[in-house]
Antibody, heavy 123, light 108 residues
Framework: QITLNESGPTLVKPTQTLTLTCTFSGFSLSSNDVGVGWLRQPPGKAPEWLALIYWDDDTRYSPSLRSRLTINKDTSKNQVVLKMTNMDPVDTATYYC???????????????WGQGILVTVSS | ELVMTQSPATLSVSPGESATLSCRASQTVSSNLAWYQQKPGQAPRLLIYGTYTRATGIPARFSGSGSGTEFTLTISSLQSEDFAVYYCQQYNNWPPVTFGPGTKVEIK
């Protein structure tokens, strides 16, 4: 059974850097074709994909946010970390990590999600 | 960026009836489309990927169809637990993968 759990601050100030950690179980991020993504969802809106890291350390980012995002993994701890710089009130959202579906790097849907963490950006 | 649209925004359905939700892509996504269900306060749950394939544990009353730019999610004989928001997601032309704005299925 795959489980994912997001952790980090629930309140950040504008211009600060947000660091979120996804701790997972039920799979290994060192196995072929495995990947973990980060997505976010502003209140009342659709999910938005942010970043993805594969088992081989390959990473992909949303073009519109690429300059602000960094995704890393610690396979020994079963963790994936997302950093987002220069936070703004418009970044207020629930942030999710999710296990990617698909058996090739090219096809990415998300078949297991964490419960999410609501991050508010406010001074 | 490939844009996904969904219609209608809200669908009012009586329990036991069927519901048909539409999803359109601004350019072809082949069959690389997924559907998710989201209930208030919960994370999205994968229903269908590859346009047709139900995810593990998803009941057969959920079915997907379409290709190219036009897709449909059909829910036959709606159960009380099916009232939720439904999102489509394309993963053909990415980054970024993109989601539609959602269709809310509410009780009539």
């Amino acid at each position: 059974q795959i489980t994912l759990n997001e952790s980090g601050p629930t309140l950040v100030k504008p211009t600060q850097t947000l660091t979120l950690t996804c701790t997972f179980s039920g799979f290994s991020l060192s196995s072929n074709d495995v990947g973990v993504g980060w997505l976010r969802q502003p209140p009342g809106k659709a999910p938005e994909w942010l970043a993805l890291i594969y088992w081989d350390d390959d990473t992909r980012y949303s073009p519109s946010l690429r300059s602000r995002l960094t995704i890393n993994k610690d396979t020994s701890k079963n963790q994936v970390v997302l950093k987002m710089t220069n936070m703004d009130p418009v970044d207020t959202a629930t942030y999710y990590c999710a296990h990617r579906g698909g058996t090739t790097w090219r096809y990415n849907w998300f078949d297991s999600w964490g419960q999410g963490i609501l991050v508010t950006v406010s001074s | 960026e490939l844009v996904m649209t969904q219609s209608p925004a809200t669908l009012s359905v009586s329990p036991g009836e069927s519901a048909t939700l539409s999803c359109r892509a601004s350019q072809t996504v082949s069959s690389n489309l997924a559907w998710y269900q989201q209930k208030p306060g919960q994370a999205p749950r994968l229903l269908i990927y590859g346009t047709y394939t139900r995810a593990t544990g998803i009941p057969a009353r959920f079915s997907g169809s379409g290709s190219g730019t036009e897709f449909t999610l059909t829910i036959s004989s709606l159960q009380s637990e099916d009232f939720a928001v439904y999102y489509c997601q394309q993963y053909n032309n990415w980054p970024p993968v993109t989601f539609g704005p959602g269709t809310k299925v509410e009780i009539k």
